[in-house]
């Protein structure tokens, strides 16, 4: 079992990322963190194997605080969970060895790619454990966990794949005013709404649509769906 600390600014997003890793099988939630000095006090008595960690932090960058962590011997890994998407940011994440970097709003399935990701390089790490110097196969496999979220390619969207019905929800999204949830499409466009949620999650995976969410007093984010916002206006 592997032991994870939810690190974000955001006590709602928090509670909903670690809901979000529990439901991941082999991981735990330890604790969650709103600030970096809060993080820091949190890593002095426990054990973490692995941090969810924002960038966007009250006292501190997220990456102000892996260095920080990393000069202090904290050995715990880092995914960045961000709306940060600055090439400055990303490239310094890379250096200070985050392992992989999730951008904001993301679905519950692009979170457990990562985690199985994640958990694949531990288990591949404690492969090659046994031997002194583990030879090019198996270091090659131990770049590729770090490197490749599990999953490969995205699924199509749902059997029966039909152009059609692709064309027909890229035409209602165009023709929204505002973003719109599977209910709402499925509503427009009269196909079933778990169909819906298929075909806006391939969209949106392969980059056609933008993601965003929508908190509610029911504590459960609405995910809502709009034409790509670096695509050409009204056009999906």
């Keep these: 079992m592997m032991d994870v600390l939810v690190v974000d600014d955001d ?3 928090a509670e909903i ?3 979000y890793v529990e439901k991941v099988a082999g991981f735990r939630v330890v604790g969650t963190a709103h600030t970096a000095l809060q993080t820091m006090r949190m890593l002095e008595d426990r054990h973490v194997d692995l941090l969810l960690l924002d960038h966007y932090l009250p006292d501190r960058t997220g990456l102000d605080l892996v260095r920080a962590l990393r000069q202090r011997g904290v ?4 995914i960045m969970v961000t709306a940060a998407q600055d090439v400055d940011v990303v490239e310094a994440a890379l250096r200070y060895g ?3 970097y999730l951008v904001k709003p993301f679905t519950f399935e692009g979170l457990r790619s990562r985690l199985d990701g994640y958990a694949e390089l531990r288990r591949t790490l404690r492969d090659a454990g046994g031997a002194a110097t583990p030879g090019q196969k198996q270091i090659d496999r131990i770049f590729g966990a770090v490197r490749a979220p599990a999953g490969g390619a995205p699924p199509t ?3 029966g794949w039909s152009g059609p019905t692709v064309e027909l929800i890229r035409e209602v999204l165009a023709a929204a005013e505002t973003p719109l949830s599977a209910h709402d499409v499925a509503s427009r466009t009269g ?3 778990s169909t819906a949620q298929r075909y806006l999650r391939y969209l949106q995976e392969q980059g056609v649509l933008d993601l965003s969410l929508r908190y509610g007093d029911a504590g459960r984010p ?3 769906y709009a034409c790509a916002s670096s ?3 009204n056009e999906c």
């Design 11 to 13: 006590f709602h997003v």
């Design 17 to 19: 990322n670690a809901a």
């Design 75 to 78: 050995r715990s890994d880092v």
């Design 98 to 100: 985050v392992l992989h």
């Design 157 to 159: 969207p749902a059997k």
């Design 191 to 193: 196909i079933s709404r």
């Design 222 to 224: 609405e995910h809502r």
């Design 231 to 233: 695509g050409p206006a």
